[in-house]
């Protein structure tokens, strides 16, 4: 029985600590850099060698700081509302199987029915494989005709020729008499929605943020991380290396969750687990159609893939 | 009759104190561990120790202390999202019943419509069930078959097994003639209808937030409560515990609070009455075919299950 | 002629002065109350009997009270959306009204036509009193069955009832060959319509927002508006306690007005004009059915009920 | 051809120097009384007459004005979406209008057809006559039978009365055998959407925001302003009206565009093109029925009325 | 194989250099201005001008500061949600063809489904022109009637006039008894989708936001920069200049970057890549048709057009 297991919350230690799944290893190098820069400045500042140039406070950093972290939070909401948005794209699809299966009972025959729902169900493996840039012949259907497998792997869109082929077994149902146009159309509503959900991916998978976004939110950050150093070294003598350490993690972290949120169909660690979904859909296609359902797909060190 | 209650508006003291519902209890040890770190920092410094060490103000944490809020409110936004979308799937699930009930009047024989209403009621039993990861066999409904029951608790996915079987009698009536198309397509649109109740509250347990998420929150709120008495300590003296501790409840308060909201399918205070909307579905139908109807359920404590 | 009025924005005198839907009235104990506590504090720290122990800026405050403006503004956003959420429901069964009208004349005969329209105004009214619970069944169409109606009010749910009794109309009609399925359908959907918007508000009147989120807000205005005179007395004088019920002001109107947007189904000032709403419906359907229709209810005191 | 010119955008010193169009026409009297007001405090200050009496200083303006930015964009955020939403729904009735006419062409004959659109076109005019209150008879089509006028206008509700009569060209056709009860559903589903916009812009012209909500930022915005000067003088001098003026500007501008933005459908300079708009449907309906097409309504000053 | 290729980012330092894209270029002469004003102040401040003319400190920036990002950043979400929201239509084109092409296969004859396809596919060129402002005759599809094109290009709108004809096809295929009215209606609701697409374009490129909105974040923002330096010269001495640029492009660049994605249709850097998606519906119906598909367009320098 697939109960859904609440993940449990790792303890305020291990939160403090956890690697995985944190941003710290991909900026790591960035913030210690920050803080070199920041000791030397310190050093510098402590032997007067700075004198007489430097003698403003920390009050114009204050303003800047206020200005960014606003503009990094628009920044990681608008990149938060990708991942999210595709996130309920893909549930979205367990749902359009589950009414495809159900509606397929109602109105088709055994056969079509079975044929319909492999042909969509390669289809969400094939789209995924477009997604991520993976091969994913041998995750298909085996009861695909392979002539049919090769032809879509020749066309450009090969996800979308699937979806095509499904809807020829309602074309084929409607042509012999077997269908009404009613049913047809009730059915035909289902890949209608796989064919929103494909065009929603590829729409966030194609288009990033205006790039103009990222560099501002970027120049800004780094600008500020390290001016910060001379605001700091005149209250906060040998600490400033440490603040501006943590500054930097604060404001480069964000930088760096939103770009790994603007792209949610890769294999990062933030990432959306496609092959899991995709396995979901295996699972109620096969207890629909009355065949052994394979396992659920685990998570590894509390991550699905 | 059942009137809405609006809930009353405890006192101003009464807020002030109240234990039940709060994140309070879950935060009380963080807090005084904070305090009690901060009036450390505070006796060493009134004995001169740190003097040379640290001579840093408070103006660099005015930059982190808003910066932290910035991120903890779009943080707290994203889970309180999730929150109200499985309030408003689950309130949606109510108005799928009531016309459900209705449709099946003009459409269907009472046989059949009873049949109909029960696997569905059944269907939302056994999706709360998978929810919270309980065994809900002794509130299914009675007049149920035994081993319909037995079968779908041994596949994977027991509710949407009970949705699919409430598909079976619309499909049984459509291949008897009995059901024109257009009355099946507009019955089972509201069985499409709770198909993506489950797959929308299936992917709110399912995915939590960017783990990242969590984490840059977390550290930074941390890192800025164990500093923040070192910044005090020059200006206010011994009330640096006391304003730690303040800070450190807002900030802890918010978030945690944003992780009771992230899971809202859980038994949490602050989590959805899944229990008591049961109740009501059992209403709807029972009124709907003319069966007694039970009690709603009442809140324990201002609270419903 | 039903003219929508703009209504006339008051001067910026009347402005200041207003009382009536300000949330002045509900908080003015309180806002006295701090500025009291903040003249007590300044007169004790003018005597000097604070030397020693108090002797903090107001810096610290800054943090705090940013972060609080933040939470109070999103929770502020939140419940203002409940508010405007449960606006747009009820301006969407206007028209629902309006399309049952046109659509009854299309496929239905002037007599079923009638029953249905009477049946739905029966319906919004009981919602309207379920939601605000009162009594109204002097409100209630004189042309419909009176055992309907008690037959309603002895019933959990009388508008559910009620819509189900409309229903009825279809299925006599269906069930009769006078209404082929796909008149039947285009016809429910609006029932199904009103059904969403009976959901939707019992979704927002039985369901507050988190009660921690209440108690994180009100405490942390609380606590600031008490402390910030001890930070105000050195640098404002005999202005702190000024100050001190400016912010408090601000701080309490804001946390108040969030509640007051909570529950909007009340009768309080700022609460949705339910009355009025149900009073355009019978204009609409008096007006379609080609009876005298009622005068739109006017505002009292700029203010609709 | 009517190409979508892409508005230029006038050059920086323009920009600087418009007056149609800004907010300052209706803000400035205020403005320059703060200022006033600001100059007369420095005046009195820099003779000492202040002394002992005023001695605080800026650092709880910050926290004031803070809250009050926050607290402005929230009411500025919820006035822009009624704005942006009015705009939506009238530019979704331009494409109501083309399905109209295209399904017009599928389903109707040519007579019937005509008369559907134009009835359409006249509901059109009506319900920008109700928004705005004025008379718009000349700008009914000619080809309209003047007792269905005069009986519209003799109506609580022009508009919905025009809309129930296009729904009697459906009524009739689907009595007379011509329209089976698809093809009716299929047409009538644009009349719901007319209703559907109808009833979006009612709502949103009839029910303003919380009048407190209003008030609390009118209030905090004219005290936080006539406090300032209080505040600057000590550090400012004689910039102190200044600053003032600047920040009212900002502060009191806010405050009237979200007024300007609250009502949507007068005349006022940001308000939404109605008349323009109503001329689009009559180009997409006279170019669907064949008709010479007017002029589209060019822009009087970069601005459509 | 048209995969997704997930966009390669750029390290660090080529992201602190980008230019192209980036809005620097746009608005390098201001902040060139702003820098080299700033530098005279603080010249003329060195030399002891301006003593005892100005005194004030950087305070009052602060509120300044914080409330123009706060006003800034609602400004460019509203921005960018128009951005996002053409994004979203034009991306849900593609999937509205590829629902033509499928519910084609189902209903239509090979040459109905050849010429509706053909119409639609001029009908998406024909709104790029009109929303672009350019001649797009030779993109439009060979096998189109010349006849037709000249007629649409007579016309006032003409999109609107190609989608109309793509209606005909069903209008004829209808009236000839070939496509009953339920096979009608689901394949004109693809029309209606690219109707409602055809709206939401025009009404983005249609309406800017209020006018008032971009004077007063720019007119702030320009005062803002003007009179930093004078707050900056008596903490930041020779730094001034380097400040008040660095402020002056964190502001000036979010101004410019609102305006570009206020207009998501011409072809600035970060306008939407309408020639892109237009070849890729060519592609789509191209397969769909068996003829054989152009190239993808490729991105120059990392960028669609």
């Known amino acids: 029985m697939l109960t859904v297991i609440v ?97 397929g009972t109602i109105y088709l025959s055994p056969e079509r029915r079975r044929e319909l729902l492999t042909r969509c169900l390669a289809h969400a493996h094939l789209l995924r494989g477009q997604l991520r840039g993976e091969d994913v012949r041998s995750d298909l259907p085996g009861s695909l005709a392979p002539e049919l497998i090769d032809q879509a792997l020749s066309t450009r869109n090969p996800a979308a020729f699937m979806l095509h082929r499904a809807g020829d077994v309602l074309a084929e149902a409607h042509k012999a008499g077997d269908l009404d146009s009613v049913a047809t159309a009730a059915v035909d509503q289902h890949l209608h929605g796989l064919a929103g959900i494909q065009a929603a991916s590829e729409r966030i998978a194609l288009t990033p943020l205006p790039f103009a976004y990222t560099l501002l939110a970027h120049r800004t950050a780094y600008v500020f991380c390290y001016l910060l150093p001379f605001g700091l070294v005149g209250v906060a003598g040998w600490f400033t290396p440490v603040f501006t350490a943590i500054v930097a993690y604060t404001f480069f972290g964000l930088d760096r969750l939103s770009e790994q949120l603007e792209f949610p169909f890769g294999r990062h660690t933030n990432d959306l687990p496609l092959d899991a979904i995709c396995r979901i859909h295996e699972i109620s296609v096969a207890e629909a159609l009355g065949d052994p359902a394979p396992e659920p797909l685990q998570p590894v060190k509390y991550q699905l893939q």
Do not use: C, Q
Request: glycine content about 6%; aromatic content about 14%.
């Open 7 to 103: 993940r449990e919350r790792p303890g305020p230690l291990r939160l403090l600590l956890a690697w995985k799944g944190s941003v710290v290893p991909h900026i790591l190098p960035h913030i210690l850099l920050t803080g070199m820069f920041a000791a030397a400045v310190t050093w510098v500042s402590r032997h007067h060698y700075l004198d007489g140039m430097v003698d403003y406070t920390l009050l114009p950093f204050t303003i800047m700081g206020i200005a960014l972290s606003i503009f990094l939070s628009v920044r990681n909401t608008a990149t938060y509302d990708r991942w999210w948005a595709a996130r309920k794209h893909w549930g979205h699809m367990v749902y359009e199987f589950r009414s495809l299966a159900r509606t």
